[in-house]
């Protein structure tokens, strides 16, 4: 049996960030992350696993450090880190919107496979 996880991080009140940097979290097999696009909340994660990032929309900064990232679904953002260093990182049918900087790192391995 092959179970699929997704994680949904939401923050909707003005001004609240998501921050989630341990380095053994693992946010399954997809992740979808919004907040409050007003306010200019920002989302920080970091993930064990590589990251299946779907729709997402985030009204400040966009961090997503794992090894291995893979966008399926339209994101957007103000700004956008994403980095893969240890791993790929692919677009299989995703958009990214962003707003202000990119940074897209990493080390080692493909980069928008």
């Given at each position: 049996?092959?179970y ?7 923050s ?6 998501i921050?989630l ?6 946010f ?24 299946s ?22 994101v ?20 990214l919107?962003?707003t ?5 790192a ?6 928008l496979?």
């Amino acid at each position: 049996m092959i179970y699929t996880v997704t994680t949904y991080l939401a923050s909707t009140i003005s001004g609240n960030d998501i921050v989630l940097t341990n380095s053994s979290n693992d946010f399954g097999t997809s992740l979808t992350v919004m907040t409050d696009a007003g306010a200019g909340s920002d989302a920080t994660l970091v993930d064990s696993t590589s990251v299946s990032l779907g729709g997402s929309s985030v009204g400040g900064a966009l961090s997503v450090t794992g090894p291995g990232i893979d966008v399926t679904g339209s994101v957007s953002a103000g700004s956008l880190t994403l980095d893969a260093s240890g791993g790929t990182l692919t677009d299989t049918g995703g958009q990214l919107v962003v707003t202000g900087t990119s940074i897209l790192a990493v080390t080692g391995a493909d980069v928008l496979a």
